[in-house]
């Protein structure tokens, strides 16, 4: 049972949080003021709740005693300057007086919860600029994510990771490279789906000079610049099948040859590959070479949808939003009861980026302390996207999180396509083909590719949206 610790000087507020919490299961112990509350050693709590005007000292002087558990601050609405004063002193968070039950014991679950991830299994992982996260979820799913990872990231052999756009492959291909023995070496990341079909070989390879016309120098590819370390193959399922023929050499053989050369070079690379696509499917079109597959799918992490992991949407929006406010100077702002609603009813087909995208607008947008639905700029409910899961014998060509469903699969007999064309018809004249593709949770290759399919022209005299 989690320990909570409520320091608060009015009795009749005291024993009422004290009651409040205990009907959800929580374990509660009460002071008066921070002198009482230090005998009972702030630290071995899960939680701290404190007023922020107690007799002596101020609540404040609780979040460094307390520290590293969680201090929830209390204020009046006239003290609001003054809660989010704590915020950056660290404060985890705060709640005005006088509060909504339900809202308190909602900020008391997001706290604690978030509070356990940092105390559970998700790898930390360390991004480009050095900046520690953390992947973020406590569903089961998740869960199984985390010990596949744990036990793949040393055992120094071939990954697949398979998952929607925007789940988060990268951020696994991250972890299994530093919780591995290669940690100290480089980790070279290739989105194979951003470099055109005929440079793909030249930058993965390496080429001579004069290999081909515009060869002015040697140049090393990516795969020998990881010799060592970790080469992550992102979106594979895009590779030529060329590219794909040297690849197999690299993983069976361990050696390159550059374009336009005949000597080969050994690489000791550990691989890991990821994809939104059918790769065995793709392999019974021809479309992938199906030896490469079986090199490839030694191990396999399968990263869920985020409208599968409903009980982690809150979590994960609550870490996104924190790095949009630190990013726009917008500390103390949140979101409202309605738009965390919203957030968790909506079906994310964009997934984590779509979601991270929604966080961004709302700290932008937003008036007063409060992020409300409109601010998130999220499709209205009876005309929101559904994503369905792909199938071998229709999986996209591209990023897009799934097809459409076939006509009259969505609500009131509006299906995917008619939303489609009715929602660019309706906004291409204000917004640029990255806002539409974003609004629609999908790529601008497969916005392009729709138009092309239902004979929507792009408006020439389309312009970039002012707000």
Known sequence: MQQILIVEDEAIIRSALKRLLERHGYAVSE??????AEPLDPQRFDLVITDLRLPGEEGTVLIERAAPVPVLI???????????????????????????????VETVSRILHQQAMRQGEPPEITDEGGSQQIMIGDCDAMQQVYTRIRKT??????VLILGESGTGKELVARALHQQSKRAAASLISVNCAAIPETLIESELFGHEKGAFTGASASRTGLVEAADGGTLFLDEIGELPLDAQARLLRVLQEGEIRKIGSVETRHVDVRLIAATHRDLAALSKTGEFRLDLYYRLNVMQIDLPPLREREDDVLAIADILLDKALKRHDREGLRLSRAARQDLRDYPWPGNVRELENALERGAILAEGHLIHPDDLGLAPAATRPQPAPATPADTPADDAPAEAPHPGDTAEGVSLEDYFQHFVLEHQDHMSETELAQKLGISRKNLWERRQRLGIP??????????
Do not use: W
């Open 31 to 36: 002071a008066e003021s921070a002198e009482e």
């Open 74 to 104: 209390m204020t009046s609405y006239a003290s609001m300057r003054s809660a989010i004063d704590s915020l950056k002193q660290g404060a985890v968070d705060y709640i005005a007086k006088p509060f909504d039950h339900a809202e308190l």
């Open 153 to 158: 990231a040393p055992a120094d052999v071939t």
């Open 458 to 467: 792009r408006k020439k005299n389309a312009r970039r949206a002012s707000s």
